[in-house]
C-alpha cells in the first residue's frame, strides 16, 4: 500500500506562484500515470495535469501555459509548479497515482488565491 501526501499549498495573491509536492511512501517508478486533481468548492473533482512514466504530460485547458507537472522516479515525488494563478485556482490539490492493477490518491492540499 502506498501512501501519498501533499505539501505546498498556501495562501498566495493573484499572479503569484507556488510548487506543489507530492511525496509517496514507495516507488513510484509502477506507475504509468501520476497527475494532479482538484475540486473547488461546489464543484466536482477535475483534472489538472497528468505525467506519464515515460515523461508524456497533458494539462487541462485552463492551466496549461501557467502549470508545470513533473516527477522525479529517483525521490518518489511529483511536482506541479503553478504560476500567473488566478483566483479560479483556488481548491483543494490531490495527488492522483495509478498502476495496472492499482490507483492510489492523496488527502489533498488547499490552494488559495486571493487578494
Known amino acids: 500500500q502506498v501512501q501519498l501526501v501533499e505539501s505546498g499549498g498556501g495562501l498566495v495573491q493573484p499572479g503569484g506562484s507556488l510548487r506543489l509536492s507530492c511525496a509517496a511512501s514507495g516507488s513510484i517508478f509502477s506507475f504509468s500515470v501520476m497527475g494532479w486533481y482538484r475540486q473547488a468548492p461546489g464543484k466536482q473533482r477535475e483534472l489538472v495535469a497528468r505525467i506519464t512514466s515515460s515523461g508524456s504530460t497533458n494539462y487541462a485547458d485552463s492551466v496549461k501555459g501557467r502549470f508545470t507537472i513533473s516527477r522525479d522516479n529517483g525521490e518518489n515525488r511529483m511536482y506541479l509548479q503553478m504560476s500567473s494563478l488566478k483566483t479560479e485556482d483556488t481548491a483543494v490539490y490531490y495527488c492522483?497515482?495509478?498502476?495496472?492493477?492499482?490507483?492510489?490518491w492523496g488527502q489533498g492540499t488547499q490552494v488559495t488565491v486571493s487578494s
Open positions: 492522483n497515482a495509478r498502476a495496472q492493477l492499482s490507483e492510489y
